[in-house]
């Protein structure tokens, strides 16, 4: 190894401990601006503390809101954002056991807004008996409302309940149209380390199913139990919503909090007008004397995996959907629900969107059904039980996967693309930043990387339009993609003279009014932030992110100029595969602050090693392995290595666990897949399934910015790449095959009907729109590009599934379509096969659960001479009657279009 980069690397690993411990927020101007307010929560008049099941829960005696609630094996961890009780004691904090609540009387139209946390007042203790731990009429802090709100903390049952009656004592008729319960938990990361905040903090995604919905509360390192929020009376999950009047400061360490809401018809005629709701907004009403009781209960889960069968133990309803709730318009996906009462009616929103057909119960009676996408967008279905019960799941209907990633190069190389010789930045030819809303490409903006070519949001775009050429090669996208990467990308986004021949600047785009022509900027702009960077910032490359996006674009023009005919000749591919090589080496040594950090798309620095020691590169091979080696010899002394210029990531882990498992550090590699699943749900909703965590990228990379849960942003298949990947060492694992997959499809969830891809999706309820700019999709798209695949599994229950793959039985054979875009990988967990092609398309596959005979039938572009086949398996097959190049790979000449793989044993 170069001493002077082992040196650097060790000396900048000792920084690890300082550079993930975040702004302290606690400290922030906010704090002391407020530390003289009244304290109105009054935490200094005692709590009481109650022990039910494997929960202990302390209120305050004042307000009777939750001061915290721990697990009684685990009293050093708390739920509930402990640290801030005393700086969260003011009014207009928010405290679990507070409700919020907009009424009005028949008849009116003004809606009435009342919240427990607003103005606090000491609340009436009511004399307890049987269960009920701790009552209150809290009507006294709730600001002179009609109406008469009770408190009720229960054990019903051994599961911690917490129930409000609200009684009307007036003569009037009163409608309730807005109810939420605030979910105040701990994810506020504010002044932790890592090691603290995996230790304090959770982090919780909403199942909004409405009586079916849940809340699952997971600590960050993915251990332990889950904590479910339950609907137990009259508190259908209806609706989603983020308490941005909490004045708890929101950051990149701290999401905010949101609320259950049971009824939101008030908040849709107001805060939401004009928006789709993922349910029908309701209103319930409250006639003179009448009363009604909302209660939610707290359960727990033993594990994140475990969340589905403790819902069945509560006898709440369960749906899995296989593949998920991403259903292409050319593959329809089954679902399967468990549930003691039977169907009643399940009704279609909107109407023709798609079709639901019964098929036959499983052994241990789940219901099963066959969705059928038929109109592209978003789609709903109602299943409203025997019981009354009402179980709402949320699909998204696409396009074919491949149509989907044919429109989107298609969309980048022609609406995206950039052509302007007299460009002052040097960014022509380029596939540029694109605003959708207006229709226009984003040649300028505040933040310099949006317009620069570079960084993520920057980056993205070209990142993109290349990526696709590894799945659907286009010769006509490739001649202008190949124009980009020797005219602007090498040369200009990366340096290509001197000494800086392989480091990657920050940004083409820079403001420097005064080293620029008259008019070169616009007046309408706001460039006095410190993201308008000038030249001197925008040539730094000391920003190792920047270095992957490009390392990738060099390994993909590799393998077109490998293993196609003429669709990049203009350099040999040694060359292609030389310059991803030397980008790699480059990040670690000119940018090795941020190297010691695993890199979003880090992985492509494992393919490219890979590559190389195919190719017999042994020197350069030797060299780059040496290099991620030191870097993962760091992250094995750390106890969670997922540190990144962020104070908390979840984009690094990809990295990471690769690394991890290529150098056998198991254990390192199984800490990091817990802490993806711990931000990476599964639930009945296409926006959150699979959905890994990120809210502050709109602020760095969106239109409309601000802090907020994004839907399938880039981290959503960037983290998919860990777990299929350990999915198909653990074929058994249906969960992360479900999780994996379901973030694998997020990188096309949200690709418009024309081909463009924002950055993600928002998910507030006064949005739920794509964002407005292509944004860092790119990182994302890249996940889907190397790591997207068709999974065929025989489940002991749902018997033989398809994950991207149409599948029929016909007696002892399996046949599966491959729907994938590339449709270039196919695993068979019933034989632990992995296949994938380095050219050409296997079009479909038969299985013979007799024999274990395979049969694969390829397609092949006219610019695809041979079929490159890899045969990845532990049981051991062999193709006969094909010979392998010096890869390995199995060539198929281009006359023959079926193949026959047979066990070894045969």
């Not at 509930?80 to 904090?93: A, G, I, M, S």
């Not at 609406?415 to 229709?439: C, L």
Request: glycine share 6%; hydrophobic share 35%; net charge neutral.
């Amino acid at each position: 190894m170069n001493v002077s980069f082992a040196l650097k690397l060790f000396i900048t690993s000792l920084l690890a401990n300082v550079t993930v411990v975040p702004t302290l927020n606690a400290q922030n101007p906010f704090w002391e601006k407020i530390k003289n307010r009244p304290s109105t929560l009054h935490v200094d008049r005692g709590s009481d503390s109650f022990h039910v099941s494997k929960l202990r829960l302390t209120v305050l005696k004042s307000s009777q809101t939750a001061a915290s609630l721990k697990l009684t094996d685990d009293l050093l961890f708390d739920y509930t954002p402990d640290e801030l009780l005393n700086k969260r004691d003011k009014d207009k904090f928010y405290h679990l056991g507070d409700i919020n609540l907009s009424i009005r009387t028949v008849g009116s139209s003004k809606w009435n807004e009342y919240s427990s946390a607003a103005a606090r007042r000491p609340v009436t203790p009511i004399k307890t008996k049987g269960k009920t731990l701790a009552a209150a009429d809290i009507s006294p802090t709730l600001d002179n409302i009609p109406l008469q709100v009770f408190r009720y903390w229960e054990d019903v049952e051994g599961s911690l309940t917490l129930r409000f009656t609200i009684k009307n004592p007036t003569k009037e008729t009163y409608e309730i149209g807005a109810l939420g319960i605030p979910m105040i938990f701990n994810n506020n990361m504010d002044w932790k380390s890592l090691d603290s905040a995996h230790a304090d903090n959770v982090f919780f995604d909403p199942y909004i199913g409405k009586d079916a919905g849940y809340l699952q509360v997971n600590r960050l390192h993915g251990k332990g139990p889950s904590l479910l929020v339950l609907p137990q009376e009259n508190a259908a999950f209806e609706a989603y919503n983020p308490l941005n009047n909490d004045p708890t400061p929101r950051s990149i360490t701290f999401e905010g909090f949101h609320e259950w809401v049971i009824h939101s018809k008030a908040y849709a005629d107001t805060k939401w007008k004009g928006v789709e709701q993922w349910n029908s907004p309701t209103s319930t009403l409250l006639k003179g004397g009448e009363s009604k009781s909302f209660a939610i209960r707290f359960v727990l889960s033993p594990s994140i995996k475990q969340v589905e069968d403790e819902l069945i133990r509560q006898q709440r309803p369960v749906a899995i959907g296989a593949p998920g709730y991403l259903v292409p318009l050319d593959n329809p996906a089954k679902l399967f629900l468990k549930y003691p009462k039977n169907i009643k009616s399940i009704q279609v929103f909107p109407t023709g969107s798609l079709t639901v057909e019964p098929l036959k119960k499983t052994q241990k009676k789940w219901m099963s059904y066959s969705v059928t996408g038929l109109k592209w967008g978003r789609s709903r279905l109602e299943i409203t039980y025997e019981d009354g019960l009402i179980q709402t799941i949320q699909y998204k209907i696409i396009k074919p996967e491949q149509q989907v990633v044919k429109d989107l190069g298609h969309f980048l190389t022609t609406a995206q693309w950039y052509e302007n010789p007299n460009d002052p930045f040097g960014r022509s030819p380029s596939v540029i930043t694109y605003d959708y809303e207006t229709k226009t490409p984003v040649t300028q903006h505040q933040n310099a990387w949006f317009a620069g070519l570079s960084d993520e949001a920057g980056a993205a775009s070209w990142l993109a339009a290349i990526m696709k050429q590894l799945l659907v090669p286009d010769p006509e996208e490739i001649e202008k993609l190949k124009r980009f990467a020797n005219e602007t990308l090498f040369g200009r986004i990366q340096h290509k003279d001197g000494k800086d021949k392989f480091g990657v600047v920050k940004s083409l785009f820079y403001y420097e009014p005064d080293s620029m022509p008259k008019g070169t900027y616009s007046d309408s702009i706001n460039y006095k932030t410190w993201a308008a960077w000038p030249k001197k910032e925008a040539d730094n490359i000391g920003r190792s992110y920047n270095y992957p996006h490009v390392a990738a674009a060099h390994w993909v023009l590799y393998r077109l100029s490998r293993n196609y005919n003429q669709l990049v000749s203009e350099e040999s591919w040694q060359t292609y595969l030389d310059r991803a090589y030397q980008t790699a080496i480059a990040m670690v040594d000119k940018a090795p602050h941020y190297a010691q950090f695993g890199q979003m798309e880090g992985s492509v620095f494992l393919l490219i090693l890979k590559d190389l020691q195919r190719e017999g590169l042994t020197e350069a091979a030797s060299k780059l392995e040496q290099a991620m080696k030191a870097r993962a010899l760091h992250w094995k002394t750390l106890n969670y290595p997922f540190g990144s210029e962020m104070p908390w990531d979840s984009t690094g882990q990809e990295e990471v666990y690769v690394w991890s498992r290529y150098f056998g550090f198991d254990e390192k590699a199984q800490v990091t897949l817990n802490a993806i699943l711990a931000y990476a749900p599964t639930v009945p909703h296409w926006g959150y399934n699979g959905s890994a965590r990120r809210y502050w990228d709109f602020v760095y990379g969106g239109k409309l910015a601000r802090i907020e849960r994004q839907l399938h942003h880039y981290g959503s298949a960037l983290n998919a790449i860990p777990l299929l990947s350990e999915y198909r060492d653990n074929p058994d694992d249906f969960y992360l095959l479900r999780v994996g997959h379901a973030g694998m499809m997020g990188a096309l969830a949200n690709v418009t009907q024309d081909g463009f891809a924002p950055g993600a999706f928002h998910s507030y309820p006064s949005t739920l729109a794509n964002d407005g700019i292509s944004g860092d999709y790119g990182s994302g798209f890249y996940g889907y590009a190397v790591n997207s695949g068709s999974y065929i599994i025989q489940h002991p229950e749902f018997g033989w599934l398809a994950f991207s793959g149409r599948l029929r039985e016909d007696q002892t054979k399996i046949h599966v379509d491959l729907t994938t875009a590339g449709r270039s990988r196919l695993f068979l967990a019933a034989e632990k096969l992995w296949l994938t092609t380095d050219a050409g398309e296997m079009e479909s596959i038969t299985y013979d659960t007799a024999s274990k005979e395979i049969v694969i039938q390829f397609t092949k572009a006219s610019f695809v001479p041979n079929v490159l086949l890899n045969i990845q398996t532990t049981t051991g097959y062999k193709l006969r009657g094909t010979r392998q190049d010096a890869q390995g790979r199995y060539v198929i000449p281009e006359d023959v279009k079926k193949v026959t793989l047979v066990p070894a044993k045969i």
